[in-house]
């Protein structure tokens, strides 16, 4: 069954000719440049737009990842905070960020002859609100990986399969996402939660956010991770190094991680 939904996106990338690849690095994007890489050679090729709302962490992996992979990989700067309709923080936000994306993917794609531009939209993704898929479908994205019926959890077992290295790597998401909606988004906030989250990342969790409500930190990590707060020292750590960032109060969300748990307003 796997085998078959595998088949039939190499014989719809084939179909494709040559492709643009939305590339940020995550699993879904990546098994997508594989294969189209496995299928169309160098008529495969991978775009990362790097902005204030990318993290750094994101980046390096996108450059192994793109690297381990072979395929001809392009980096180019955007920058959602210059319009006005992203910092706002509406509902549609991420409509209002894709949009500025595929445009500039559009560009490349004309440059470059590229046939079709595709992304790493997986079958799970649209039981989610998603605006930016409305978005990918206006500006003609197609998502191999819908198209063959792939679910997150196959597109993890295809990747390992593959052999690339990020298989297993946790979900991730734009900076921006970590903002409450309604609250204006300003690079500083970006920043902090940035560097917020790199702390985490040092202490060794995982699956984690560090959602901005002003003065307050709330800590979301995965279930099975809430026991590593218990530790004292840790707590300690954590919270000094938040407060140097300005957050006045850090808080742990018990109700662990959750994707989407930064769209509410505070």
Not at 72 to 98: E, G, S
Request: proline share 3%; aromatic share 6%.
């Amino acid at each position: 069954m796997l085998r078959n939904k595998l088949l039939k996106m190499q014989n719809l990338l084939q179909r494709m000719e040559s492709v643009l690849v939305a590339f940020s690095g995550g699993i879904d994007s990546s098994l997508v440049l594989k294969v189209a890489h496995d299928s169309l050679g160098d008529r495969a090729i991978a775009v990362t737009a790097v902005s204030p709302t990318f993290p750094g962490l994101e980046l390096e992996t996108a450059r192994r990842v793109g690297q381990e992979i072979g395929v001809r990989h392009l980096i180019i700067d955007t920058d959602q905070l210059t319009m006005p309709d992203f910092v706002r923080n509406d509902a549609n936000r991420c409509y209002h960020c894709k949009t500025d994306l595929y445009q500039a993917l559009q560009k490349l794609q004309l440059e470059l002859n590229i046939g079709t531009m595709v992304d790493g939209t997986n079958q799970d993704d649209l039981s989610d609100d998603r605006p930016g898929t409305v978005a990918a479908r206006e500006w003609g994205v197609r998502s191999p990986l819908v198209e063959a019926e792939l679910s997150k959890a196959e597109v993890r077992s295809l990747a390992k399969e593959l052999g690339l290295s990020n298989w297993n790597k946790p979900a991730a998401a734009c900076l921006s996402s970590r903002i409450p909606r309604g609250t204006v988004i300003t690079r500083e906030k970006l920043t902090r939660v940035e560097q917020a989250e790199a702390l985490l990342f040092q202490e060794g969790f995982r699956q984690f956010r560090v959602r901005d409500h002003g003065e307050i930190a709330r800590i979301e990590v995965e279930e099975d991770e809430l026991a590593r707060w218990l530790d004292p020292a840790r707590r300690t750590r954590v919270s000094a190094q938040l407060n140097t960032l300005g957050f006045q109060f850090v808080t742990l969300d018990l109700a662990g991680y959750r994707r989407g748990g930064g769209i509410h307003k505070a």
